[in-house]
């Protein structure tokens, strides 16, 4: 789950890390309000989850509390890569000499929490990490200790910072960014950038927070800041129905139980010259309310043509799948084909409940694919 | 012969009592798998499975009584971690998580505990292990499966079962089918597993099926130039999945254009890994190359 930037930079204000000040709005009335309390140059900023807000327009300097108002209902309702803005985060616009990156991530291959830095701030990271590796600084905390203070000292000279008061605050930083990341189980904290003050101050101007889905059962607070507006209908419901399910433009609806299995079956399917409507994954153990869940969501989209099921019982019993099929085509009768693969866990018992619809029932995986890409081509 | 199970494997069960260890503890005792105690804090003295298997309140409890050398993990992802450390503290030598859904910075202390005890974890989020006829250790239906001289591991669960049926069919058997699991912190790598089947004499063969997202295959494929000696034959899933979205597992995304398909099958290519273009061709690659 993405936080918006004003979310994460309350965050990290509350953990001691300098931000600038302001306030959101949703109206231009607003935005002059806030402006008008904050005094002198502004920055108007939309608070949509795309990268290139700037170069889309979205970001705007005003130097008078009517300026900010006007920027507000250009910028407010625009649309940047397919969302719409209904936020802004109005705040003080700052003059700094130059932009630093740091951000916190996990390194799967050294199974460790990592810190980068580099000098090189205020573009995107990979592009840095592409242009010139050199530049960028990277330390692993601790499994058990975290991140140490001299790690974070290091980190502060790795980039070439000198100055004793300013690599003591770069530390204190990187500390609370960590902290930050591991208190609210995040996949990735950023400040980019953190910006060099003429008084060789160190101030965050744009940061990022991405949560780890799996971690927001114990964070009611974070989940409470979830922002669905770009998240289509769709996969909300699924997300709420405990099932993966991602939109493609194909016209071949896929359900399928476990991840690898779910992006080989659209694999397949391609490779038999149909386009998969979507990506599905029931998960591990589904019951019948899940797949019954699953089947409606797919039939949402317009555009599938045919149903491929592709369950290989394990944890999943292909009886319990079954039910959930045929409680959800009583619910909700369709007249688009339907092709069951089902097999393992229970598959004789699955296979006997099917035997009684209108299915049609494939033996493998490539015969399942091929008849619903043809399927697909007739109905 | 065979890897990490076999019929001396003592198992120990992990939340023994809720809905999926119960089932999945039936399933591999009428396997055959040693099945000796199992863990519920708080039901200790009672016994499970139709008083088939003694439950104790802790893992080293159970350890003391039974001689339990492998655990199994069918806890709900919030206790998951401590069920982890738990059977690595009472020495169990490798201990399988099965759950799904453990917050991912979790697993960082974690597997380095797991490891300073001097344990082998495998998972989470997997489907366990299975030696064809000597023991199931998790969910891989055993029905699927024969002896044999292929040595499977996968980052998948749903889609080696997909593998080792399409071999079993082609009467090809298996020497030991292992699920690492498709979390980005996982406890057992490609690299360990591949290290394992080599050093096994009953292994002929590696089948190795991987997905978007990380570079553990990249690693494999470097790993296999430099040590494997025995044939192996690749299928990665994802080929089609659009960049930037996570596909299900935690970590299947493609994330700054890395990890994708199409650059995980050249570098297996490069180094004479078979990569299949449908999971169920990897069978009949198998045999052409044994």
């Known amino acids: ?379 | 012969m065979s890897i990490l199970v076999d019929s001396g494997t003592r198992l120990l069960v992990q939340g023994i009592t809720g809905r999926e260890g119960e089932f999945h503890t039936r399933q591999m005792l009428a396997y055959g798998t040693n099945v000796v105690a199992g863990v519920t804090p708080g039901r200790g003295g009672q016994r499970a499975i139709d008083g088939a298997v003694p439950v104790f309140n802790s893992v080293a409890e159970a350890v003391a009584a039974t001689g339990a050398n492998v655990s199994i993990i069918y806890v709900p992802a919030p206790f998951a971690p401590d069920a982890i450390r738990e059977a690595a503290a009472a020495g169990i030598a490798l201990v399988v998580c099965i759950t799904e859904g453990i917050p991912a910075n979790d697993m960082v202390a974690t597997v380095r505990y797991v490891h300073e005890r001097g344990s082998r974890l495998i998972g989470p989020n997997c489907p366990g292990l299975l030696t064809p006829g000597q023991a199931k250790v998790g969910i891989i239906p055993g029905n699927i499966a024969i002896p044999g001289p292929v040595g499977v591991v996968s980052k998948s669960g749903t889609l080696t079962y997909e593998a080792v049926d399409a071999l079993t069919r082609l009467g090809i058997g298996q020497s030991t089918i292992v699920g690492i699991g498709g979390d980005p912190i996982i406890g057992t790598t490609f690299v360990d597993v591949l290290a394992l089947f080599e050093r096994d004499p009953a292994t002929r063969a590696i089948v190795l099926i991987g997905e978007i997202g990380g570079r553990a295959e990249i690693d494999a494929a470097e790993y296999i130039a430099a040590h494997i000696t025995r044939p192996v034959v690749s299928f990665i899933a994802g080929q089609t999945a659009p960049p930037g979205k996570r596909m299900g597992h935690a970590g299947a995304i493609i994330s700054g254009g890395e990890g994708t398909a199409q650059e995980k099958i050249s570098a297996l290519e490069a180094v004479g890994v078979t990569v299949a273009r449908l999971p169920t061709d990897i069978a009949q690659l198998v045999r052409e190359r044994l």
């Open chain 1, 1 to 379: 789950m993405k936080l918006h930037e004003y979310q994460a930079r309350d965050i990290l204000a509350r953990q001691g890390i300098p931000v600038t000040g302001g306030g959101v709005a949703t109206t231009p009335d607003d935005v002059r309000r806030i402006a008008e309390a904050i005094g002198g140059r502004v920055v108007v900023k939309a608070q949509v989850f795309v990268g290139g807000r700037g170069k889309a327009g979205g970001i705007a300097l005003a130097d008078t509390p009517a300026d900010a108002e006007a920027a507000a209902r250009r910028i407010l309702g625009m649309n940047i890569k397919g969302l719409t803005v209904e936020k802004v985060l109005v705040a003080e616009a700052i003059t700094y000499e130059r932009e630093i990156y740091l951000g916190v991530v996990m390194d799967r291959a050294t199974r460790a929490i990592v810190l980068m830095a580099s000098a090189e701030g205020g573009v995107e990271i990979e592009e840095v990490a592409r242009t010139n590796p050199d530049a960028i600084v990277k330390i692993a905390a601790h499994p058990m200790l975290g991140l140490l203070d001299f790690q974070a000292r290091d980190l502060a000279f790795g980039i070439g910072l000198r100055d004793a008061r300013q690599v003591r605050q770069f530390a204190q930083i990187a500390s609370a960014l960590y902290r930050i990341y591991m208190e609210t189980d995040a996949t990735l904290a950023e400040i980019n950038p953190l910006v060099v003050k003429a008084d060789g101050s160190l101030q965050a101007l744009d940061s990022k927070i991405v949560l780890d889905d799996s971690a927001l059962f114990r964070h009611p607070e974070l989940e409470a800041l979830r922002d669905s507006s770009d998240e289509p209908e769709a996969e909300r419901r699924a997300r709420e129905a405990g099932i993966t399910y991602i939109k493609l433009d194909g016209d071949i609806g896929c359900m399928v139980n476990g991840a690898g299995l779910a992006m080989a079956t659209m694999d397949v399917v391609k490779l038999y010259g149909g386009e998969p409507a979507n990506f599905l994954d029931i998960g591990g153990g589904a019951g019948k309310e899940k797949v019954k869940a699953a089947l409606q969501i797919i039939l949402s989209d317009p555009n599938v043509r045919a149903v491929m099921f592709n369950i290989f019982g394990g944890i999943t019993r292909v009886d319990e799948v079954a039910r959930g099929i045929v409680a959800a085509l009583a619910e909700v009768p369709t007249s688009v084909p339907m092709i069951a693969r089902l097999v393992g866990t229970n598959e004789v018992e699955g296979r006997r409940i099917l035997a009684e619809s209108t299915l049609i029932p494939a033996a493998t995986l490539a015969e399942a694919a091929e008849k619903a890409v043809a399927a697909a081509r007739t109905s």
